[in-house]
């Protein structure tokens, strides 16, 4: 690895600006100045008042979005004007298993158990396998190799959701079912989870590959030359050291779990009724049960039945209310991400 | 050379001026029925140069939310207006017939289903094909999500307004429930008839009380599984007169018989077909 610029250096310690200590000192020490023509100094004007717009623009769009779902969302609890729906209680729709809109009762639970579930699964699967994929890229494989290895998961970062559902639906399913299952339909968080794991393993074996690279040579070689083998290192010494990274390399993976719709959408089954149906079911492995019980997300509900209810009505505002579970639930992630981030540097 | 240039100039000036004053009909909704309304727009708008008709997608409910505020002129339509639309004003004009039939997986030994049958395999009461004399195999119900149009029509025709099982597979296409029911050993559903002529060698129709869908056994009244495509109207929110006739003159020609005879093309049916048969959907 090439040695970093000293301006990049300066950087850190100037609040990500790369300028040069003279700068900073007072005008009229004896350091060179700068003489720009009124046009120059125009166009910096100019050009300043666009990068300002700019991101209010971006800033503005995010907060529109959020004012947007929070009016519609909150519809679903509070008597708002053009609202034509009636108003429900918070317990109503939190904590209740019952989803059935056409007979006015809106539990969203299903969906928030389910998210969670699936994306937890999926996670499980792809934290280790992408963590480890990224210690042996880093670490262990041949030139030639880590830089295929890399490129291919820079190109499967990129391919869209729907071609991993399709792949689901037509290969996975049917392939599951007739060899474990004995051609009942694999539909369910099983299925789900798998199909994506393999959609955030890329980003999780990037991210983590990145961590391992950037730990000093020190620290590999310290620990060999201590007597420790090859595992031992790795295990002791490398992961701990990454952790801040590799947690935050998680993280942006759940977070495109969770917001993943299309994909889960092919291959969960979308049932709404999944926890009746556990509930019911006198299975003696209730949990395996469950890997393959169709089941329904906060993303999948949403997509299948926005498009088609009326605006203003219950059912429609209860969907922007999951809607707007989903925004915060990304929001916390993110700022979980910010703060793992920074704790690296503590 | 300069004469005839200014001629063109003042002839493209006319053209313009011509199609703003045109009268144009904005249709919005189903993308189902998408299709054949623009047939019968550009044939109309061939017919009648003074009149634009613009039809777009969004969806059945897009459609209705939109002709119920005033968003557009005709919204179109697989599923029947809300209580708070009808309340609203808004008109339904049935433009054309859509047959539904059961459907399975090629594997599960059935070939016709008795109106009980159907019934229950839907309800959960059947859930082995064994019990209607087919191969000793678990039922797999696929359905549409709750919002969906074809589950709206099946709930009341298949299950007479019943509950379905808890215990189902819900797909939000009707190509993803023909790819689910062709992959899925024991798999049943409920589509339009056009989808099982369109996929014969991956699925198998199955009769309803002994009759095979098709256009000829709806026509006679013998198989009673169908519904209508609506454009609805909010006759209180046309104002102009000049476009309240033009929506009123398009919807006619669309009902016309000369235009009814494409629908059978489209995998529809002419509404005159069950005219006798007055049901409610």
């Known amino acids: 690895m090439p040695e970093a610029p000293e301006v990049s250096i300066a950087a850190a310690s100037e609040g990500g600006y790369p300028v040069l200590k003279e700068d900073l000192s007072p005008a009229g020490a004896g350091v060179p100045t700068f003489k720009h023509s009124r046009l120059q100094r125009l166009a910096d004007r100019w050009a300043h008042l666009g990068f300002l717009i700019c991101s209010l623009l971006v800033v503005g769009l995010i907060g529109g979005i959020l004012y947007f779902l929070a009016t519609r969302g909150l519809a679903a609890f509070l008597p708002l004007a053009g609202n034509t729906g009636r108003a429900l209680s918070f317990s109503e729709v939190f904590l209740s298993a019952d989803w059935a809109p056409s007979s006015d009762r809106f539990g969203i639970l299903p969906f928030i158990a389910g998210s969670l579930g699936v994306t937890g699964l999926a996670l499980l699967i792809a934290a280790p396998a992408g963590i480890l994929t990224g210690v042996f890229i880093a670490k262990m494989a041949p030139a030639w190799m880590r830089n295929l290895m890399r490129q291919v998961m820079d190109l499967l970062v990129g391919i869209p959701s729907v071609v991993y559902g399709i792949f689901g639906l037509t290969v996975v399913l049917p392939l599951v079912s007739r060899t474990w299952l004995a051609d009942a339909p694999a539909s369910g968080f099983a299925v789900s989870a798998l199909i994506l794991a393999v959609m955030i393993v890329p980003t999780i074996v990037s991210l983590s590959t990145d961590a391992f690279e950037s730990l000093p040579a020190a620290l590999d070689e310290g620990a060999q030359a201590l007597g420790s083998s090859r595992w031992q290192a790795i295990w002791r010494v490398l992961i701990p050291a990454a952790r801040p990274r590799l947690l935050t390399a998680t993280v942006l993976g759940l977070g495109r779990a969770i917001g993943e719709a299309m994909a889960v959408q092919m291959v969960i089954g979308n049932n709404p009724q999944w926890m009746a149906l556990m509930r019911e079911s006198t299975d003696r492995a209730p949990f395996l049960r469950a890997l393959f019980t169709p089941a329904a997300t906060l993303t999948t509900e949403l997509v299948q039945e926005l498009p088609n209810t009326a605006a203003g009505s219950t059912w429609n505002n209860v969907l922007f209310a999951m809607g707007l579970l989903l925004y915060l639930l990304t929001m916390v992630l993110i700022l979980a991400t910010r703060r793992l981030g920074r704790g690296k540097e503590a | ?281």
């Open chain 2, 1 to 281: 050379m300069k004469i005839r240039f200014m001629a063109q100039v003042i002839l493209a000036g006319l053209l313009v001026a011509g199609a703003a004053q045109a009268q144009t009909v904005t249709v919005m909704g189903s993308t189902a029925l998408g299709p054949i309304v623009k047939k019968a727009a550009e044939d109309y708008m061939k017919a009648h140069p003074g009149v634009q008709i613009a039809v777009s997608g969004g969806g059945s409910m897009t459609g209705l939310n939109q002709v119920t505020s005033g968003g557009c002129h005709i919204g179109i339509s697989d599923v029947f207006a809300t209580p708070d639309q009808d309340k609203a004003g808004v008109k339904n004009h049935n433009i054309v017939v859509q047959p539904f039939t059961l459907i399975a997986h090629p594997g599960v030994g059935v070939k016709s289903l008795s109106a009980q049958q159907a019934e229950q395999i839907f309800t959960g009461k059947i859930g082995n094909w064994q019990e209607v004399g087919g191969q000793n195999r678990k039922i797999v119900r696929v359905i549409r999500p709750e919002s969906s149009g074809t589950r709206a029509v099946q709930k009341k025709t298949i299950l007479h307004d019943q509950e379905f099982a808890k215990d189902v597979l819900i797909q939000d296409s009707t190509g993803a429930v023909v790819t689910a029911v062709a992959t899925t050993p024991g798999a049943v559903s409920f589509v339009e008839l056009e989808h099982l002529e369109k996929n014969k060698n991956r699925i198998a129709g199955i009769a309803y009380n002994g009759v095979t869908c098709s256009n000829e056994t709806v026509k006679s009244g013998k198989y009673p599984v169908f519904s209508f495509g609506h454009a609805y109207t909010n006759p209180a929110k046309l104002g102009d007169p000049k476009v309240k006739q033009a929506v009123e003159d398009f919807l006619a020609y669309i009902l016309s018989p000369a235009f009814q005879q494409n629908v059978i093309k489209a995998g529809y049916l002419p509404v005159d077909y069950v005219k006798s048969l007055k049901t409610k959907l």
